[in-house]
């Protein structure tokens, strides 16, 4: 009888109205069951705060319009956190979608990559001319539309119903994409009477995209938005036309290949033709190294030292060895100078804002010794070299180095391109490259693919092979190399001569069965397995390749493996 009471308490008791988050710094809050969660974040958003855009809702990333059914913990993503700020600037690109075409029905808008700055460089085709007034038109409708708070609605639609609507909307990028998707529905948002899928979640309405600008560039434009670091303000405007140029170059690769978005590259594979698009893909890659060596070469008289910098993984070691050999063509022999030699002792490295040792500041490296040992060496002097003992954090002799005339000094490192490096170096005898893998194969024209995703997926590969570490190990470390990256390389691009787009518009076909088992081991309620669940739906759009096709010198075995040149070493004395 007691048994039978207490299931009949439990059948009639009703759930409470009721739930509570638990918030990250420990205050709870309250809002009705099955309430969105931006109700819920309504109560504790302050208009001086960082907008919140999102939340992590008991270990998985939410959407404001999520219902909370339960109780639960949740941390609030503002635009300060990466997946806060990739919501606000995808949904801001959607707001653009809906606002082109509201002022012109008969143009076409691509979204294509990202500036420094804060935005993303936008082709417009279709249109009999494109300026300042037209761009005034989009902006003004964008306007409106946050002042009119437009809902974007979700909607999960059947796979063919979404492929019809894309079909009659003229949106054949994005047909071709859809017909190698393996699941059978697909996620649209709609605003207005525009409908677009988007490859991760949106902000619930037009009305949070406050912070927006505009560019014109020529016939094009750059969109332009709040960086992290500053979440309410639209930054300056920075020139960058060596970067510029470097997209351009590799968008007219992308037409020579054939292959303008991942559909099309999905059709080369599945039509036979990927190794054709390796072949001609690395073929493109050694003209340009040639050519930087015939500009080396032309300029041998006077240049006496090669910088080369770049963010993380690049490909910096493949291109340097690779530019070696070009030289060595050319009878320049080259001689490989390690920036990290000059670090000095560890206990005088000087520390971060948080109080530990900042190896990354240019002030780890013993500049007086590294400027005295370049003149000595461009003199054609015996060199006592320094070596920097990793182990016991103390520099030691090294190598003894003499160079004869005619001989180079190529010199890689995150500073590179700093102009505090070689103060005592006259910068007529330098020659500064500047290498990144700047990816502009996009999904279609409205889903762009982020360069610095395709960057870490390279370094999980690495980091796996070389280092033995998780895919989470290098998930985790990733906020903290790309801050670095921001502060100590970024703002020195443009100081480059020339840059190297290490980019291979195959590549992702070639990475997405390696990595895809080492994204799968993050483990389920930890940050890192966020990110991993993100770069996982992401290869979906990807049909595989193996690496038989990939050359043994390729860029693209630094990462994966097999590289021929994993031991080679330029010529030293």
Request: net charge negative.
């Amino acid at each position: 009888m007691e048994t039978e009471r207490i299931m009949d308490f439990y059948l009639t008791e009703k759930p409470r109205e009721s739930v509570e988050l638990t918030l990250s710094d420990g205050r709870i809050i309250t809002g009705k069951r099955g309430g969105r969660l931006e109700e819920f974040v309504r109560a504790v958003q302050k208009p001086d705060e960082p907008l919140v855009v999102g939340a992590i809702l008991d270990g998985q990333l939410r959407e404001l319009t999520y219902p909370v059914g339960q109780d639960g913990r949740a941390t609030l993503l503002t635009m300060q956190d990466s997946d806060g700020a990739r919501i606000y600037r995808r949904s801001l690109v959607f707001l653009l979608e809906v606002a082109f075409k509201s002022c012109f029905p008969e143009g076409e808008l691509n979204i294509d990559h990202s500036v420094s700055s804060g935005g993303y460089y936008c082709q417009v085709s279709n249109l009999p001319q494109f300026g300042q007034e037209e761009l005034d038109r989009i902006k003004a409708a964008m306007q409106e539309l946050v002042d009119q708070d437009v809902p974007f609605v979700r909607e999960t639609v059947p796979l063919e119903e979404a492929i019809a609507y894309f079909k009659q909307a003229g949106e054949d990028d994005k047909v071709r994409l859809l017909k190698y998707r393996q699941r059978s529905d697909l996620v649209l948002y709609r605003a207005c009477d525009t409908r677009d899928y988007h490859h991760g979640y949106m902000v619930p309405s037009s009305g949070y995209l406050k912070w927006f600008d505009f560019y014109l560039l020529g016939q094009a434009f750059i969109i332009r938005f709040p960086r992290r670091h500053a979440p309410s303000e639209v930054l300056p405007m920075e020139s960058y036309p060596t970067l510029l140029r470097t997209f351009k170059e590799y968008g007219d690769w992308l037409t020579t290949l054939g292959i303008h978005s991942v559909g099309s590259l999905n059709d080369a594979i599945q039509e036979g033709h990927i190794d054709e698009v390796i072949l001609v893909s690395e073929a493109l890659h050694e003209m340009e190294i040639a050519q930087i060596a015939a500009q080396i070469y032309e300029a041998r008289d006077r240049v006496s030292v090669i910088l080369i910098a770049g963010p993380s993984s690049s490909g910096k070691t493949t291109f340097s060895k690779r530019l070696g050999i070009q030289l060595l063509a050319k009878g320049i022999t080259p001689f490989a100078l390690e920036m990290d030699n000059f670090f000095i002792d560890r206990d005088k490295t000087p520390l971060n804002a948080d109080g530990h040792r900042d190896y990354e500041s240019l002030r780890a490296l013993d500049l007086v010794r590294l400027n005295r040992d370049l003149k000595a060496l461009i003199a054609g002097q015996e060199v006592q070299l320094p070596r920097y003992d990793f182990i016991t954090g103390l520099s030691v002799d090294g190598a003894k180095v003499q160079l004869i005339k005619g001989d180079v000094i190529i010199l890689e490192g995150i500073h590179g391109l700093n102009p505090g490096l070689l103060t005592d170096i006259d910068p007529k005898t330098t020659f500064r490259i500047y290498v990144s893998c700047l990816t502009q194969l996009n999904l279609d024209r409205h889903n762009r693919i982020s360069t610095t995703d395709t960057r870490m997926l390279r370094r999980i590969l690495r980091d796996a092979r070389d280092r033995g570490y998780s895919a989470a190990d290098t998930i985790g470390r990733w906020e903290s190399v790309r801050a670095g990256e921001k502060f100590h390389i970024f703002p020195y691009q443009e100081n480059a001569d020339v840059m190297f787009n290490s980019a291979l518009a195959y590549e992702l076909t070639t990475l997405k069965p390696l990595v895809e088992p080492l994204l799968r081991q993050v483990p389920f309620g930890t940050p890192e397995h966020i990110e991993a669940k993100r770069l996982l739906k992401f290869l979906e759009w990807f049909l595989p390749t193996g690496t038989d096709y990939v050359p043994d010198n390729s860029i693209l075995r630094e990462f994966i493996g097999g590289s021929i040149l994993t031991n080679f070493e330029l010529w030293t004395r």
